[in-house]
């Protein structure tokens, strides 16, 4: 599996939704797929399954909101 | 003087912003002018007497040396138990001027805007923790952002690194008239929201409510809708005028409110009120503790953690309003609310119960005016009199 298909894995694991696997441009925070306490449930699993580390005060609704838009902070990141 | 409370304010506001305004419009650097706008400005506010002058200058020596001494240590080392007492020190003036007032002794440690720049001065050190802010940053910087007179009574909260990049930037002259007209735009949808709804709200109707209303039902029933109106219309007002200013000096402050009348849920309701104070308290506190929660596996059951957080969060945001009953049962009936709304989301996920469309919308935004428009009443601490 590569990077990016890890990484919608996990984010389709916390959203409980795989639509995410298939639109990579949706805005998953105005879909209501994700909320507060789901996002820090994507910041633990990507240190403990892809072993990067992303502080809250980094995680940035604008910036972060859509899987494709993940996919590139975090290979940034890596 | 208070910012934004009389035409005075305005006037002087206005001839010391037209050279930002030419500078701008010319593709001028903003920077140097706006600090000395700023200077002026800050004498005029805190030069009354009364807006705690001296408790501002000694708070800003204090912040400046807390975030200087703590990023110079972070770049060497990074303990938790230093990042708490650094967080808890910037933060016990703050607490200092909430806790005075109830012992009943001078309360010599507050100051006009106390409450707004303690946020300003503890995201820096959060950001530094987090690795975020590595580079030292000079006093200037430090103090040009805390001290930023638009926004320095009663907010928005903006976050340094934004700040930062909107204060170093030269605007083209078309963006630059972009905002000036944006800027303008606002500062008179807050003289309406203010200064004609707001206060027509509060002179014509809440102050004759005794004549009004037959009855202590319908006393309260009616000053808990108008109370309600007549603070979203003064506090938007004031925000206007903020954000516009702050627009005409080419920083582009947060919003702090987007329709919340509207809103269909309780969550919904804090990501569109005071949002630039509901989302500190989301990223610095809510987020962080459950972050905390999951990385330590203290508690496993997702439903608990989550309503711990929101007690947590607002039942702070309620005693951050002040040390008196009403801000704390506030504080306390939010947080039922969020927890309540939790498990309601949640049970609805699974049975899909609340049924979906247009009728359905509008009956839950009539459902959440309601449930807030109790906070407002709770909040206003006219049941406690």
Known sequence: ?78 | MTPYSSFLFFIILGVLLLPTMILGVMGKRLRYYNVFVSVIVLALIFSGGDQGFYSLVAFTILQVILVKGYITYRQAKNSSLVFYIISFLSILPLILSKILPVLAVDNWASFLGISYLTFRAVQIIIETRDGLIKEQLSIFQLVNFMLFYPTISSGPIDRFRRFQKDEEKRWEPEEYKELLYKGINKIFVGFLYKFIIGYSINTYFIMNLHHIADGAFSNHLLYMYSYSLYLFFDFAGYTAFAVGVSYIMGIRSPENFNKPFISRNIKDFWNRWHMSLSFWFRDYVFMRFVFLMKKKKWIQNKMLVSNLGYILLFLLMGVWHGLAIQYIVYGAYHALMMAGFNYFENWNKKHKRWPTGKAMTVVSIVITFHVVCFGFYLFSGKPFQ
């Open chain 1, 1 to 78: 599996m590569d990077f990016k298909e890890k990484v919608l894995q996990v984010i389709a694991e916390v959203c409980e939704d795989d639509v995410v696997k298939e639109e990579h441009d949706l805005d998953i925070f105005e879909a209501g797929l994700i909320d507060s306490f789901a996002t820090v449930e994507l910041l633990v699993q990507f240190e403990e399954q892809l072993d990067i580390n992303v502080p809250i005060t980094e995680f940035d609704r604008d910036t972060w909101n859509t899987p494709n838009a993940i996919v590139d902070r975090l290979n940034e990141l890596k």
